[in-house]
T-cell receptor, first 114, second 114 residues
Framework: AQSVTQLGSHVSVSEGALVLLRCNYSSSVPPYLFWYVQYPNQGLQLLLKYTTGATLVKGINGFEAEFKKSETSFHLTKPSAHMSDAAEYFCAVTKGNAGNMLTFGGGTRLMVKP | DAMVIQNPRYQVTQFGKPVTLSCSQTLNHNVMYWYQQKSSQAPKLLFHYYDKDFNNEADTPDNFQSRRPNTSFCFLDIRSPGLGDAAMYLC?????????????FGDGTRLSIL
C-alpha cells in the first residue's frame, strides 16, 4: 500500500524567504509523484510531477522538487516566496503501473507574511 | 483551452432535498473522478468511471450516486443530503493506462446544506 506524509500542516514564511514543503512517500513500486496547489475556493492545479529521468523537476511559478529515492522524499522548494504563493499544497503519488489513482498527503497550508 | 468545468460553482440545498452536481470535460479523457473535500483536508475519492465502468470506493455512502451519459459529462447525485455532506466536490479526469499523467481538476462545486 502507498502512503504520503506531508510534515507540517501549516508553514509560514516571510515574503522573499525560501519555501520548503516536505513530502515523504512509501510505495512498493517505483512511484510517480505530483505536487498540486489549491487556491481558496478553487480546484487543484498541477505544479510539477516526477515520472522518470532527471530527479530535479521544475514546475510552474518558480517551484521545483527533487526526487530522492534513498530518502523516499519529494520536497517542494521555491527560492523566494511571493504573497501570491499563499495556498494549500498537496503531494500525491500514483502506482507506477496500476492506473492513475492518486494517494494524497494531508496537505500543507503555506502562509506568506509581508 | 481544454478543460474540466463544474457547474454550479456554489450550490445551496435543503436538508434531505436531492441535489445534482455536474462536470463536463473537453479533454476527451476516458476516466472521470468525483472527490469530496472538507475544510483543511485532502480530497477523498468517492468513485470513478473508466469509460462506462463505474467504480465505487468501499466507504462511499449509498446516498451518493453518479451517472456518466457520455465521455464528456459526469453527474454526482446526492439523494438525501445531510449536514455532514456540506463540502467542496471536485471532478477530475485522466487518460486511462497513463499513470505518469496527472489528473486534471475542475474548480469544484461548494455545497451548503440548510
Amino acid at each position: 500500500a502507498q502512503s504520503v506524509t506531508q510534515l507540517g500542516s501549516h508553514v509560514s514564511v516571510s515574503e522573499g524567504a525560501l519555501v520548503l514543503l516536505r513530502c515523504n512517500y512509501s510505495s512498493s513500486v517505483p512511484p510517480y509523484l505530483f505536487w498540486y496547489v489549491q487556491y481558496p475556493n478553487q480546484g487543484l492545479q498541477l505544479l510539477l510531477k516526477y515520472t522518470t529521468g532527471a530527479t530535479l523537476v521544475k514546475g510552474i511559478n518558480g517551484f521545483e522538487a527533487e526526487f530522492k529515492k534513498s530518502e523516499t522524499s519529494f520536497h517542494l522548494t521555491k527560492p523566494s516566496a511571493h504573497m501570491s504563493d499563499a495556498a494549500e499544497y498537496f503531494c500525491a503519488v500514483t502506482k507506477g503501473n496500476a492506473g492513475n489513482m492518486l494517494t494524497f498527503g494531508g496537505g500543507t497550508r503555506l502562509m506568506v507574511k509581508p | 483551452d481544454a478543460m474540466v468545468i463544474q457547474n454550479p460553482r456554489y450550490q445551496v440545498t435543503q436538508f434531505g432535498k436531492p441535489v445534482t452536481l455536474s462536470c463536463s470535460q473537453t479533454l476527451n479523457h476516458n476516466v472521470m473522478y468525483w472527490y469530496q473535500q472538507k475544510s483543511s483536508q485532502a480530497p477523498k475519492l468517492l468513485f470513478h468511471y473508466y469509460d462506462k465502468d463505474f467504480n465505487n470506493e468501499a466507504d462511499t455512502p449509498d446516498n451518493f450516486q453518479s451517472r456518466r451519459p457520455n465521455t464528456s459529462f459526469c453527474f454526482l447525485d446526492i439523494r438525501s443530503p445531510g449536514l455532514g455532506d456540506a463540502a467542496m466536490y471536485l471532478c477530475a479526469t485522466s487518460r486511462a493506462g497513463a499513470s505518469n499523467q496527472p489528473q486534471h481538476f475542475g474548480d469544484g462545486t461548494r455545497l451548503s446544506i440548510l
